[in-house]
């Protein structure tokens, strides 16, 4: 009986939880204007779906990004762009990225998985 109950808390946890959690809801961070006035409103940036195999979106609550750009774990720039919010990581390999968004002179990051 005991086996049986860790079986099924052990698919509970292995299945059905990271397919609720992993795309559902994109990961967000709120920028902080308590340090330095901008001439931007407190924005919101997400990125979505994450974690991705080919491509993120950028998504923002105010004002569009000036400049993202995509570090490794070590700090390596990969890839940057100024012309949209729209990135193709298909490219790099699996693993945990950075993505660095730039409004003005402030400057985000946000963390993504490449599966």
Sequence with gaps: MTKILFTLFACLIIFILPAQTSQSQPLAYKTDSSKKKSNHKDAEFSIFPNASS?????????APPDAISVH????????????????????????????????????????????
């Design 54 to 62: 080919n491509f993120i979106k950028i998504r923002s609550t105010g």
């Design 72 to 115: 490794d774990i070590a700090g390596t720039k990969l890839m940057e762009d100024k012309s949209g919010r729209v990135l193709s990581i298909y490219s790099l390999p699996q693993g945990i990225y950075f993505v660095y968004v730039r409004l003005g002179n402030k400057t985000e990051k946000i963390r993504f998985e490449k599966l």
